[in-house]
């Protein structure tokens, strides 16, 4: 396909129809257009920013590359069932996304040998080579968790050039750093040679930056920026939103101030994951929505949580796992013609609003599905969502003097028993904590799902 840009890119392909292949892919679970979408598609002249604005680009220090402010992270396309009944990506769908992201201005797209069970790096080299090399940037992973061996770590490195159909990455990391600390690192990328071997690749020009994605403690990723002094790291992806600005754990996550801040003082550029929680941030509790529709009734409630990450300077790209043409058109209004948060509304999401979200116990689980499959047949991140949905929804039964307790509590079981089988439920797990070294975000899976396990209990006796 020669290069064309964005205006005759939709006329030759036709946005409807785009738009109309996409929801039909995805079927049933696609969700409705609501009226905030509608309403935030339209600027005050009564254009739509779609078709007129442009996609806020930041230039990397390090090589000059003009990276869009938004990203897409291929770790959540759709799935269907082939003729043998496998699980395989909706490639038609991937490409119909794909190709509407480039066409309005989106070129960083991050991928994994491990995501999508591992055919996203395929499903991406797919997509994006049907487009000219130089009109994108491909990030990608060295995913070697379960090994040690240099010959795993040199299959998943060779593996992903032939999957991306490309003769040189843009983006490469380490991935997830953190877990294991110092010494995990040593054995993971020194001891074996692996990290000797992609510096003298940065060096050739087939890798041409090298990063690393972190999930983990404060003195973990300390370790990593004393590391940059020797290898230096050309960028680094973080997890960071207006929730855990400040309101991180501690233990499995560092409060991105503090990581932001650490980067920016060194100069590293910085990709953000995790802009919305997990989803958290797209659908919090309706007090949360009401104070956020005060403020602006147009907005979506998912754009003020990516206008808060895109506002911090030093910030690369924010990558978003966008499954839906809905959901990529409302990430693209945020970063098209973009505004940057004013200093009150930064202070308005990093109080008011955390605080209050504070107060609602979830589970920090982004539905990564690094744990699955569970050897014992549970659906983790489907008990994980279905609980932090109740929370966030404010439909979560609490106690016999809540209002409307019993239509809440048979609402929650009815909807429990829906949404997860009988035999992939929470009471099946047995604690072997295989899942515990598996999650980025370093949940104790089987702690959590214990107490769920004892909340539905008590729900079920009607004792709580």
């Known amino acids: ?225 004393v590391l940059h002094d020797k290898y230096h790291w050309d960028f680094v992806q973080i997890q960071m939103n207006y929730y855990d600005w400040k309101h991180a754990d501690g233990r499995r996550n560092v409060n991105a101030e503090y990581l932001y801040n650490e980067l920016d003082k060194r100069g590293i550029p910085i ?23 005060e403020r602006d009734p147009q907005a979506s409630i998912a754009s003020w949580a990516f206008r808060f990450v895109g506002s911090y300077p030093r910030v690369l790209s924010v990558l978003s796992g966008m499954v839906y043409m809905e959901h990529l058109q409302d990430n693209l209004r945020t970063y098209m013609d973009f505004k940057p948060l004013t200093e009150e509304e930064l202070t308005f999401l990093d109080t008011d609003i955390s605080d209050i979200m504070a107060n609602y116990p979830t589970v920090e689980c982004n539905d990564c599905k690094y744990c699955m499959p569970c050897p014992y047949g549970i659906d983790i991140p489907g008990i994980f969502m279905h609980y932090n949905n109740s929370v966030n929804q404010g439909t979560q039964p609490r106690n016999k003097e809540q209002e409307d ?25 047995v604690g072997c904590k295989q899942c515990i070294p598996k999650c980025p975000q370093s949940i104790p899976i089987p702690r959590e799902l214990r107490r769920i396990d004892a909340y539905v209990e008590k729900l079920k006796q009607d004792t709580l």
């Open 271 to 293: 990709v953000i994951m995790e802009p919305l929680q997990g989803g958290r941030l797209a659908k919090p509790a309706e007090s949360v929505v009401n104070r956020l529709k």
């Open 1 to 225: 396909m020669k290069n064309i840009n964005r205006r005759e890119f939709l006329k030759k392909t036709g946005e409807g129809a785009a738009l109309a292949g996409a929801v039909a892919v995805a079927g049933a679970c696609a969700p409705k257009k609501t009226a905030e979408t509608v309403a935030a598609a339209v600027t005050s002249d009564g254009k739509d920013v779609l078709e007129t604005g442009k996609m806020e680009l930041r230039t990397n220090p390090g090589n000059g590359d003009k990276v869009s402010l938004l990203g897409y992270g291929c770790m959540r396309f759709t799935m269907k069932k082939d003729s043998d009944g496998k699980s395989i990506v909706d490639q038609e769908n991937v490409n119909t996304l794909i190709d509407y992201a480039l066409a309005h201005g989106v070129n960083y797209f991050d991928t994994a040998p491990v995501y999508l069970q591992g055919q996203s790096e395929k499903a991406v080299g797919i997509a994006l080579s049907r487009h000219p090399r130089d009109s994108y940037y491909i990030a990608t992973k060295m995913s070697n968790f379960q090994s040690n061996d240099r010959k795993v770590a040199m299959q998943l490195y060779n593996d992903a050039f032939k999957n991306l159909q490309t003769d040189y990455i843009d983006y490469y990391l380490l991935h997830s750093l953190g877990r294991g600390g110092a010494e995990g690192f040593k054995a993971r990328f020194e001891d074996n040679g692996v990290l000797e071997f992609l510096l003298k690749e940065r060096e050739k020009g087939k890798i041409r930056q090298l990063g690393l994605s972190f999930h983990g403690d404060q003195p973990s990723f300390d370790d990593m920026m």
């Open 405 to 429: 307790y019993r239509k809440l509590r048979k609402a929650y079981l009815v909807s429990y028993d829906r949404a997860i089988p009988t035999l992939r439920q929470a009471d099946h797990c």
